[in-house]
DNA sequence: AACGCTTCTTAGCGATTGTTAACGAATTCG
DNA sequence: CGAATTCGTTAACAATCGCTAAGAAGCGTT
């Protein structure tokens, strides 16, 4: 049923019959069960994954053992460790499955391809790092600028990212608001207790 | 002379003669006096911008008033809004000239007009997000990741970054590396005296 | 139902950061 | 060339944050 897969890559232009026929015939289902992993790093001949349900995390361990979640996927979001399947190194960081995960996957180099094939597909492939680019400039910009008790208020108070407050362990937030579970449980008290908040 | 312009898109996929052919119309000239302005909130018809000589940085300005300055721009960088471009929207953010510049300019609707005319502009411009969102991912990582002194020993010791030490004062690297001038000062003078860092 | 693991909270301590302010040095601009 | 602004450092104080640790609550599993 690749029909999402299809809806999630129109979100970036036009999919023309031919140009998805030349897709489909990579298309695999995975399923992941809950802490498995859907790349690690070192791993060559990256995938392209799409979440048909379930939810992951991402990580980099770091060289003393210490994992640094930054980011999370939901159902219907794309996944992958983009930055290595870009600069074609291998990849540096884990993606691991919150709970079992359902998800279509498509080797990268098959997009590569796609790209170089079709002109459809191409456009597509800037969009997305377009898409990517902008997300992560939004959220640098924040991290940069604002305090970690104001990134945790901005976030209460974007109803697009409740996804995260709902879904997701205190302790991983806290990691990808770039603080300590420690820290957020504070924020949490001193709103909780201090009042209404405005941004 | 666009040659040097040339080169830059060249980084990124091959130029044909016939899709430079089609830019070099609409390539403008413009210098920049010391404090003005290349950019403003608000602006439309936004412009790519190739720098020629001299350095630019790139803030917000927050409602209260407050300039948040997170990027810098030297001597044969693109610059422009980036994500006002991508996303169609006016300008939020401001690009000033920290030294007189010369510099090269095309009119992003030129640009995205040549994505649709030549799938070799289409290819760059492809490659040109990835390459920014590839950039934009290290560097959320770093500032989620690393305390701000940890932060700044890193700039230190990656020497492609040293034109910012170099060339940026220091107040506004500070608020590169997210935190106040009076803490950067201070990061600074605990480095020289207590010694020998690693990393 | 009981066990064990994960998650969240709270506390204490030390260190770092933000804030404000003052001073001198350097730079810019008229 | 001189005045005005900008820039960097230092100090003092309050607040926040990271770290460590302990305990309670929740959840899953057997």
Known sequence: MPHRLRAWFSKFGPVPDE?????????????????????????????????????????????????????FFFQHDALADYRACILGQPAALTIEALTPCDLLTVPYAVLQALYDAFPAWERIGRRIAEYVAAGLEARLVETLTLSPEARYRLLVATPAKHKLLEQVPQHLLAAYLGITPVSLSRIRARLASGGAARL
Chains 1, 2 share one sequence.
């Open 19 to 71: 140009a998805w026929a030349a897709l489909t015939p990579h298309v695999r289902p995975q399923a992941l069960a809950r802490h498995a992993a859907f790349v690690q790093p070192g791993d060559h001949d990256l995938l392209f994954g799409f979440l048909l349900t379930g939810a992951a995390r991402q990580f980099y361990l770091l060289p003393d053992g210490i994992e640094r979640t930054t980011y």
